[in-house]
């Protein structure tokens, strides 16, 4: 691919520079360090997913010994903020000035559609650990782009599904105004519609504003039957502590489990029963799921979420890259190969990946209980993304 092109001549005029012989192939395959970009959210309502992430990618990579396919990991780390308009230009620090061999993020769809912009143009290889952008695994699909955490339509149509087959009648709907809210929310549609539901209203806010209040009052005007939300990180804590303040309580609450995941501390005095959808839960009984929830626990003093599966899986697909080529990060296509065939065994339960690049997973149905998002059900086994638009699929 270009990139690689690119990088071969760079390292030619360099090497010419330095007066050095300018190194055959084989021999630049044999470096052995693998520079990891790490693009995620430090700062901001998604700063603490970042973070996770973080932490389960480099969890993993210390349980192989710090080496992935014989090498050792380097990081390069840039903190996206969440921030669209930065997306570029931060993505073009990882990949043209710090030269790394693969980068890891993002958080937030409308930063990894840019990503993935970029990735498309210089042929890095990019693993998505959370950003659930659909498109990203749809129309923009890709075989450098894979993904290791869901397509925004996934948990919002489990979310749809087991509401549904609850018989609930009605719902409102209320998000942040963006990729993520808004596929969240045509998932979740998609579902409840065909299942007999019907959506009274559709409301939104600008990311990441939480000035909830109108909302909720309007909410409790509507009287529907029930009411589906998309919000994560700091910005679901607050939401769901006015919820119940507002005296709420009586119209039931439901969300795709990024509403409660990672949140569990702060809001367990006032959401106990709060039930929700995901493609994780905390009790998941697996010997994968209590060995990675005690390492984490460990290391980090914390309790792990789906934010921490996912970066840790990440870990896990590059790792199951790498290895197929023995480190010889020139034979993409192969590398590429291994990782589509990949089987990871995640805490989530096993996987594999769509030919669009996107987990087919279950969808899992959670109470919270204490401070945790406890397994109750599955509303969707092996859920894949339609991948529209996709010419891989
Ligand atoms: C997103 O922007 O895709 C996203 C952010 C946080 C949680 C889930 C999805």
Redesign the pocket.
């Known amino acids: 691919m270009s990139i690689d092109r690119t990088r071969r001549a760079a390292l030619g005029v360099i090497a010419g520079a330095a007066g050095l012989a300018v190194l055959p192939h084989a021999a630049l395959a044999q470096a052995k360090k693998v520079k990891i970009g790490l693009m995620l959210p430090y700062t901001g309502t998604?700063a603490q997913?970042g973070t996770a992430i973080t932490n389960g990618f480099k969890l993993y990579i210390e349980e192989t010994g710090g080496r992935l396919g014989g090498m050792d990991a380097e990081y390069a780390t840039v903190d996206d903020e969440s921030a669209p308009p930065k997306a570029v230009e931060n993505m073009n620090r990882l990949v043209r000035r710090d030269n790394v061999d693969v980068v890891v993020g993002t958080?937030?769809?409308?930063v990894?559609l840019a990503m993935a912009n970029v990735a498309r143009q210089t042929g890095t290889t990019l693993i998505i650990p959370?950003?659930?952008?659909d498109d990203i695994t749809g129309s923009l699909c890709a075989p450098n782009i894979f993904r290791t955490s869901f397509t925004?339509w996934q948990p919002g149509y489990g979310t749809g599904k087991m509401m549904a087959d609850r018989r609930i009648r009605t719902a409102v709907t209320l998000t942040w105004k963006?990729?993520?809210g808004d596929e969240s929310v045509n998932g979740f549609k998609e579902a409840f519609t065909a299942g007999g539901g019907k959506v009274l209203k559709e409301m939104t806010l600008p990311f990441p504003n939480v000035e909830f209040q109108p909302f909720l009052t309007e909410i409790a005007a509507l009287k529907p039957e029930s009411v589906y939300v998309f919000f994560?990180?700091a910005g679901a804590a607050k939401f769901v502590k006015d919820y119940y303040a507002a005296g709420l309580k009586g119209i039931p609450l439901y969300g795709s489990g990024?509403l409660t995941d990672g949140v569990t501390d702060s809001i367990q005095d006032v959401a106990q029963g709060l039930t929700t959808v995901l493609h994780y839960g905390d009790g998941i009984d697996n010997p994968k799921n209590k060995a990675f929830r005690s390492s984490y626990e460990a290391k980090f003093k914390l309790a792990p979420d789906v934010y921490a599966v996912q970066g840790y899986d990440a870990a896990q697909l590059l790792a199951a890259g790498l290895s197929a080529v023995n480190g010889d990060l020139a034979k993409k296509d192969a590398m590429y190969k291994a990782m589509e065939a990949a089987k990871i065994d995640s805490p989530r339960g096993p996987f594999t990946l769509s030919k669009a690049h996107n987990p087919v997973q279950d969808m899992y149905i959670r109470e919270l209980k204490g401070r945790d998002n406890v397994v109750t059900g599955i509303a969707v086994k092996a859920l894949a993304d339609p991948a529209r638009g996709c010419k891989a699929a």
Request: hydrophobic residues 50%.
């Open positions: 998604y997913l958080v937030h769809s409308g990894a959370n950003a659930g952008a925004n963006y990729a993520a994560a990180g990024f």
